[in-house]
């Protein structure tokens, strides 16, 4: 990250108008969300947002929307920089939009467990693929002056005791596997670092001397360190080490006690002067010095910005089986209908060749979203869309339009982005339910049923399921009390999650009301969440009345996911209820209420039999499962990979009433499929983001072909996996898997997972057939090789040629193999396409902890290329030559 020396000397000018006391001032937070001014200076508030899939801004209100792009699995996923580095401009341009100068995103942490609760915020197992990911997120980003942070530096790879835990990892492993994404961030010139809330080795790592080195030493960082929120807890040890910048403000350990402390020579002035020389250049890069305005961000209409949200959806869609089923083609399905057998599918996972255009003329079908399906309603009255108009000629048979069957509650309500501080509100989503009626419009009868409900608690109140009974308005009325209960304000919001009701002088209590319209009757679980004092009345009749005061400091739960504490009553159809619920303000317990209600849960075996009915009397069948937020969430890691029985039940019973079953699984991370050899087609949705269904629509109807590739293991079951532990032991949590994490420790436990890494079909198929590679490389030099292969399917495709390396007679350890390079290829049907890969010189090097450097060992390499970690049918010997020349800095070859 290089500074000029005309910038450098500008800098120098400026820090120099600055006392010991005002530099110190610098590097505390003015707000939440705000660095500090300094008039001195002419340097502005700094804002800053959290990532990393849209730009939330500085308030957590449903009414200030954002872009809501895939979630960082689903772009890992696509195995594409220049589409990810195009996203990231769409967020550079919402940043700007919103006056955001700093996003607080990616997240380069590592998928160690599959039970990890973040992963849906993280990239991918492999630390090759997570740095060249993050480094092309990070470009999009900053091309457009908005800074990037790259984060949680380091090892926070988990969510339990996240605030303490204590992680031990060896020095090698550290360098290669997780320090390694960190450093490709740095090398594409990241501005922004994020300090995590753990330890490492036994040092938090805001006080930790890996900020320093390799960060800002040996990588030549020269941006800003800044503490996650509240993890900054002692003044000396964190001003000593290599932080700048403790967030949030205006509290905290430093500000006044900084300046004291170098007063005091407790705290070198040269070092809190390093620091405020960072922020100031952070200050003039983003344009927040006077004199200086921020870049120009080429502006993209809505339909740009929606169309690539969309394409970006199709991208990171991973088919994992397909067995003569996708794409599904309207016309072919017309041609069998219920009355007649449906065809067997061969069991094979070649996938079919047909292309259908759902839009028409080359555009996107028209999507508009629906109104979120309603929770508890009636199962009897299946939604569908106007069926097609017959043919004007006459035909022995009645004309009768095909048939989709769309079943699951994912498909009418699908979850479009992970839980926790990097969520956002969109201005709009797209159900796979929507995308598959905007598809089909005029063309075929869509029908859906919800089946058994998902595994989890209430969902917050919404529009469709209450009123505001102030204005008799879909929504809630929200009203902000004082001490004696007098209102002090009022208005209407959209539902029941209300994260930061906005606080005027004398606040003193929070409430939310809103009128039920029960469709289902029987017993409801009724349940508010928040800390301090809280109450839940129905109908003015006392549900719940205590005391909860909170369990933990973690800005997650505190601010944005409370625990609820739940009642039930019993409601009637037809007869509405006035729900509402109150949480007094305590200081240090944030002001997030949320309100939820849940009908009874329908009969099982009811459910299961409608959703058979109606997939065995449709053309096709599309089954929408996933997780939910109580699953994937920042805060809290998972105990389990289960979908939960009613989920797999459903897949099971639509799967065997109807071959044309396409499942559709919709989480951020593995789960367990036990079902997935059942199915006709297996997509990975992950969560896709706002367009999520019209791009899984793209993809279900043969528009676009499913572009993902798996960016992390997924097993049959938890319990084979290798490497799970997340929860510390005395609070202390060993990586003892050393480099192995991921596909590399599946294959030092020779055990086959369900998909490998980097497994992922298309919609043709590919034979690879050449693998060259020189004879020779010399140490500290970047390898080239060439992969060829031939589309041997009969529709044009991409493929993604994977290149890994094994030095099985090396002198120390390595992974049975690990990624050292990718590249995708486009060919049409028949076509021969060779594909260049570059291996950078590093994949071949390891970490000595006993020299201290990189270091390259002479001999045989073995180079291997295909399409998954666990499918490479091509290979080559390459000898690694020692050199003394031409080695990248910091490298040499062993003795």
């Known amino acids: 990250m290089g500074t000029s020396d005309e910038e450098a000397d500008d800098i120098d000018r400026l820090l120099g108008k600055l006392t010991p006391r005002a530099r110190a001032s610098l590097l505390r937070g003015a707000t939440i969300w705000r660095t500090r001014a300094e008039p001195a200076v002419g340097l502005r508030e700094m804002v800053l947002s959290d990532g990393p899939a849209g730009v939330r801004g500085e308030s957590w209100d449903e009414r200030h929307t954002s872009v809501l792009l895939p979630s960082a699995t689903a772009l890992a996923a696509t195995w594409d920089d220049a589409l990810v580095e195009r996203l990231g401009g769409v967020l550079a341009a919402e940043a700007r939009r919103k006056g955001v100068d700093v996003l607080l995103a990616p997240t380069l942490n590592l998928h160690r467990s599959p039970l990890g609760g973040r992963h849906f915020e993280c990239f991918s197992e492999d630390p090759y693929l997570t740095a060249r990911i993050g480094a092309a997120l990070i470009r999009g980003v900053q091309a457009h002056g908005v800074a990037a942070t790259a984060k949680h530096y380091v090892a926070n790879d988990s969510e339990t005791d996240r605030l303490t835990v204590d992680v031990r990892v060896g020095e090698r492993a550290l360098r290669e596997v997780y320090l390694a994404p960190f450093e490709a961030a740095v090398a594409a010139g990241v501005r922004l670092v994020m300090a995590g809330y753990n330890a490492v080795n036994g040092t938090t790592m805001t006080a930790s001397e890996l900020l320093t080195d390799p960060l800002k030493s040996e990588w030549g960082f020269d941006g800003v360190v800044v503490s996650d929120w509240g993890a900054v807890r002692g003044t000396v040890d964190t001003a000593r080490a290599g932080l700048d910048l403790a967030m949030p403000g205006p509290d905290g350990p430093w500000g006044e006690a900084l300046a004291r402390a170098v007063a005091e020579g407790e705290v070198p002035e040269s070092a809190v002067a390093d620091k405020a020389r960072r922020v100031l250049r952070l200050a003039a890069r983003?344009?927040?010095?006077?004199?200086?305005?921020?870049?120009?961000?080429?502006?993209?209409?809505?339909?740009?910005?929606?169309?690539?949200?969309?394409?970006?959806?199709?991208?990171?869609?991973?088919?994992?089986?397909?067995?003569?089923?996708?794409?599904?083609?309207?016309?072919?399905?017309?041609?069998?209908?219920?009355?007649?057998?449906?065809?067997?599918?061969?069991?094979?996972?070649?996938?079919?060749?047909?292309?259908?255009?759902?839009?028409?003329?080359?555009?996107?079908?028209?999507?508009?979203?629906?109104?979120?399906?309603?929770?508890?309603?009636?199962?009897?009255?299946?939604?569908?869309?106007?069926?097609?108009?017959?043919?004007?000629?006459?035909?022995?048979?009645?004309?009768?339009?095909?048939?989709?069957?769309?079943?699951?509650?994912?498909?009418?309500?699908?979850?479009?982005?992970?839980?926790?501080?990097?969520?956002?509100?969109?201005?709009?989503?797209?159900?796979?339910?929507?995308?598959?009626?905007?598809?089909?419009?005029?063309?075929?009868?869509?029908?859906?049923?919800?089946?058994?409900?998902?595994?989890?608690?209430?969902?917050?109140?919404?529009?469709?399921?209450?009123?505001?009974?102030?204005?008799?308005?879909?929504?809630?009325?929200?009203?902000?009390?004082?001490?004696?209960?007098?209102?002090?304000?009022?208005?209407?919001?959209?539902?029941?999650?209300?994260?930061?009701?906005?606080?005027?002088?004398?606040?003193?209590?929070?409430?939310?009301?809103?009128?039920?319209?029960?469709?289902?009757?029987?017993?409801?679980?009724?349940?508010?969440?928040?800390?301090?004092?809280?109450?839940?009345?129905?109908?003015?009749?006392?549900?719940?009345?205590?005391?909860?005061?909170?369990?933990?400091?973690?800005?997650?739960?505190?601010?944005?996911?409370?625990?609820?504490?739940?009642?039930?009553?019993?409601?009637?159809?037809?007869?509405?209820?006035?729900?509402?619920?109150?949480?007094?303000?305590?200081?240090?317990?944030?002001?997030?209420?949320?309100?939820?209600?849940?009908?009874?849960?329908?009969?099982?075996?009811?459910?299961?039999?409608?959703?058979?009915?109606?997939?065995?009397?449709?053309?096709?069948?599309?089954?929408?499962?996933?997780?939910?937020?109580h699953d994937e969430c920042e805060g809290r890691d998972r105990t389990a990979l289960t979908l939960g029985g009613a989920q797999d039940a459903l897949v099971r019973a639509v799967a065997a009433a109807n071959p044309r079953t396409v499942a559709v699984v919709n989480s951020g991370g593995p789960v367990e499929l036990p079902w997935r050899d059942e199915v006709g087609a297996l997509l990975l949705a992950w969560f896709p983001g706002q367009e999520g269904g019209g791009g899984l629509a793209d993809v279900l109807f043969g528009r676009a072909e499913p572009g993902g590739r798996l960016p992390t293991t997924w097993p049959a079951a938890l319990t084979d996996a290798p490497v799970t532990a997340t929860g510390p032991s005395g609070g202390r949590l060993d990586y003892t898997e050393g480099l192995h994490i991921g596909h590399r420790a599946w294959l030092r436990e020779r055990r086959t997972p369900a998909y490998w890494f980097g497994h992922g079909l298309g919609y043709t198929t590919w034979s690879y057939e050449g693998l060259t590679a020189p004879e020779v490389t010399p140490a500290g030099e970047d390898l080239t090789v060439h992969v060829r292969l031939r589309n041997t399917g009969s529709r044009s495709g991409r493929e993604v040629v994977q290149v890994y390396l094994s030095r099985p007679e090396g002198s120390v350890e390595y992974p049975e193999r690990w990624l050292a390079g990718y590249t995708p290829v486009h060919a049409g049907p028949g076509e021969t396409v060779t594909a260049t890969v570059r291996i950078p010189a590093r994949a071949l090097s390891h970490w000595s902890p006993g020299h201290g450097c990189w270091l390259t060992e002479p001999g045989p390499c073995m180079v291997l290329a295909g399409r998954s970690a666990g499918d490479l049918p091509l290979a080559a010997d390459v000898e690694v030559e020692a050199s003394q020349a031409n080695r990248t800095p910091g490298e040499r070859s062993t003795p």
């Open 286 to 629: 983003v344009g927040a010095l006077a004199g200086e305005g921020p870049s120009a961000v080429p502006r993209r209409g809505t339909r740009e910005v929606r169309a690539l949200a969309r394409r970006a959806v199709a991208a990171g869609t991973v088919l994992l089986a397909n067995r003569g089923v996708l794409p599904l083609d309207v016309e072919r399905l017309r041609a069998c209908g219920p009355d007649e057998d449906h065809p067997e599918a061969p069991d094979t996972d070649a996938p079919r060749a047909e292309l259908q255009r759902p839009g028409g003329d080359g555009e996107p079908a028209d999507l508009t979203p629906q109104a979120p399906e309603r929770p508890g309603g009636s199962l009897e009255s299946a939604d569908h869309t106007p069926e097609a108009s017959p043919p004007t000629t006459t035909s022995p048979h009645p004309y009768r339009p095909p048939t989709v069957a769309v079943l699951g509650a994912h498909a009418a309500r699908t979850r479009t982005q992970g839980g926790g501080s990097a969520g956002v509100f969109p201005h709009a989503e797209v159900s796979v339910l929507d995308g598959i009626r905007a598809a089909l419009r005029g063309r075929a009868r869509v029908v859906h049923v919800p089946g058994p409900r998902p595994d989890g608690p209430p969902p917050p109140l919404d529009a469709a399921t209450c009123s505001d009974p102030r204005s008799g308005q879909p929504g809630v009325l929200l009203r902000v009390l004082d001490a004696a209960g007098r209102e002090l304000y009022a208005e209407r919001r959209s539902g029941g999650r209300l994260l930061e009701p906005r606080l005027v002088p004398g606040a003193h209590t929070v409430e939310i009301s809103a009128r039920l319209r029960p469709r289902v009757e029987g017993r409801w679980t009724l349940g508010v969440a928040g800390f301090g004092r809280m109450r839940l009345e129905l109908d003015g009749r006392i549900l719940l009345d205590g005391e909860f005061p909170p369990l933990t400091d973690d800005p997650a739960v505190v601010h944005v996911h409370p625990p609820a504490h739940y009642a039930t009553a019993e409601l009637a159809v037809g007869q509405d209820a006035l729900l509402l619920a109150r949480r007094e303000l305590v200081p240090g317990t944030g002001r997030a209420t949320v309100v939820s209600a849940a009908p009874p849960a329908p009969d099982l075996a009811r459910s299961l039999a409608q959703a058979a009915r109606v997939a065995r009397e449709a053309d096709a069948a599309v089954v929408v499962v996933g997780t939910t937020e």
